[in-house]
């Protein structure tokens, strides 16, 4: 699926050091840098619930993406985060 066909939708990125940021799509260019505006990142814990934290409008580069995806918000929105325990992602290794 094209990144065009995902323009102001909810996706979830995440990034080559492990970092899982959620947001609305409002543009990408040729390198497959992305804007979101209304973004958070989720920071996943083994010890407590996910935190969520506020990052507004975002840039992230398209070197730095190791995956993008479409985010269902009506599952996301029955999901109890502060009761979602996981280890965070480890970087990627090339």
Do not use: C
């Not at 969520?52 to 109890?80: C, F, K, P, T, W």
């Amino acid at each position: 699926m094209a990144l065009q066909e995902w323009i102001n939708k909810t996706i979830t990125v995440i990034t080559n050091d492990g970092r899982n940021i959620v947001g609305i799509l409002r543009g990408f260019d040729q390198t497959v840098n992305i804007v979101l505006e209304e973004s958070h990142e989720r920071v996943f814990s083994s010890s407590a619930g996910v935190e969520q934290v506020v990052l507004g409008l975002y840039v992230v580069r398209g070197d730095n993406i190791a995956v993008v995806g479409e985010l269902d918000e009506d599952i996301d929105s029955r999901m109890d985060l502060s009761e979602v325990k996981a280890a965070p992602l480890k970087p990627l290794t090339h």
